[in-house]
Each structure stands twice: as C-alpha cells, then as structure tokens.
C-alpha cells in the first residue's frame, strides 16, 4: 500500500535549522510531483512548497522563500525540505504529499494531492 512517513522533525532555536525527510513507498514515486504542507495548532493546513517530477521546477509559499529548500532524490523514493533561519512562526505540524497532477497554480490546494503522511512535528522556540 502507498506510504509517505515524514521524520527530522523536533525542537530548535529560533535561527536554527532543520532538514525534514519523506519516505515514500507503494506507488510509481518518480512519476509524482510532491509536496510541503504544514498546519499550526489551531490554523488551516497551508502550503510550503511543491517540487515536479524531476526536481526542475520548485514553488515556495511566500512565508518561506529565501529560508526553506525543497528537493528530492528520486533513486531514493525520498523527498527533503531543509529549513534554514527557522521562526517560532514556523512551529507546526509538518505533512509530505503525492500528485499526479504537477505542481502549478494551485499546488497550494490540498485537494491537489492524492496521497498524504502523518506528520512530523516542528517547535521552533524564541
């Protein structure tokens, strides 16, 4: 059955850094484009970014443009975000997801996505 299981997560000064990892498993992995999503603690799950296929093209949410890498390693089945310069803002729960559909103009969307993780948690403290 498809699989995605997100880990890196944990606690980190503000400034700090942390790289996030997703494995996926079950399906065709190098014929999705995946994304980041994350959701705070009493907010909607939002977008972080989305990488296509082969990595060519990437899309940030504005929040994070300049401090997070999206990037993806396709002979690994293994999506990353590294997350530079991190902001008690960032706190949340992290989420990797799967489509078929490429990233575009509304990779944003959770209903873009077919397939989704668990979650792993980022704390970011002041």
């Known amino acids: 059955q498809v699989q995605l299981v997100e880990s890196g997560g944990g606690s980190v000064q503000a400034g700090g850094s942390l790289r996030l990892s997703c494995a996926a498993s079950g399906y065709t992995y190098s014929t999705y484009s995946m994304a980041w999503f994350r959701q705070a603690p009493g907010k909607e799950r939002d977008g972080v970014g989305c990488?296509?296929?082969?990595?060519?093209?990437?899309y940030y949410a504005d929040s994070v443009k300049g401090r997070f890498t999206i990037s993806r390693d396709n002979a690994k089945s293994t999506l990353y975000l590294q997350m530079d310069n991190l902001k008690p803002e960032d706190t949340a729960m992290y989420y990797c997801?799967?489509?078929?559909?490429?990233?575009?103009?509304?990779?944003?969307?959770?209903?873009?996505?077919?397939?989704w993780g668990q979650g792993t948690q980022v704390t970011v403290s002041s």
């Open positions: 990488i296509y296929i082969r990595g060519g093209s990437t």
């Open positions: 997801a799967a489509t078929a559909n490429g990233c575009g103009s509304t990779w944003y969307l959770e209903r873009w996505y077919r397939y």
